[in-house]
């Protein structure tokens, strides 16, 4: 099973996202019921493996925060491979993933050691995008540059499977987890 940990986005923030992405010039739009910022992506696990990482996230214990998503930018260099929604810098939020690595670390699971860059993501680029096409995406993201969402709260974070299709990936909720 193919599952990720993640923070779901309140309706506001879909829809302003959703605004957002009516121009994007290139590559494939996330599908707005997609939206998400993943906080662990556990790629393909065992059922029981899956069933030890719910009962283990259980004993989650964060406060709820605020967070604010705050300009977009390409992951990926001069080759970009994705275009973004950032997070404002947030220790809460910082916090929260170090306490779901931990879980993780206790339940059996080893994530990847890499910088935890929160992001929401707009859109993915199968292909190398053209010269020209670069040259759109660039004067996109300078005409987006103070691209924001108003601050929601996070009082929840949700493990979902995620299935590949030919459409693209479809993600099913798993488990909700309250902050307390």
Do not use: C
Not at 2 to 22: G, H, N
Not at 51 to 71: I, K, Q, T, Y
Not at 136 to 164: G, I, Y
Not at 170 to 179: G, Q, S
């Amino acid at each position: 099973m193919r599952t990720f940990i993640a923070i779901d986005l309140p309706d506001d923030a879909r829809d302003a996202i959703s605004d957002l992405q009516a121009d994007v010039p290139v590559g494939k739009l996330s599908a707005p019921e997609n939206l998400h910022l993943t906080l662990a992506f556990l790629n393909e696990q065992p059922a029981e493996v899956v069933e030890n990482v719910h009962h283990a996230l259980l004993s989650l214990s964060r406060p709820p925060f605020d967070m604010r998503l705050a300009g977009v930018e390409t992951f990926g260099g001069n080759d970009p491979k994705v275009l973004v929604a950032n997070v404002q810098a947030n220790t809460a939020l910082d916090a929260l993933h170090r306490k779901i690595r931990s879980i993780l670390h206790g339940a059996g699971i080893m994530l990847d050691r890499q910088r935890f860059r929160p992001h929401v993501t707009l859109a993915r680029f199968p292909h190398r995008p053209t010269a020209t096409e670069m040259e759109r995406l660039r004067a996109w993201l300078l005409a987006h540059s103070d691209f924001a969402v108003p601050a929601f709260s996070v009082t929840e974070v949700v493990l979902f499977r995620s299935t590949l299709m030919r459409s693209g990936a479809v993600h099913d909720e798993l488990a909700r987890y309250p902050l307390r």
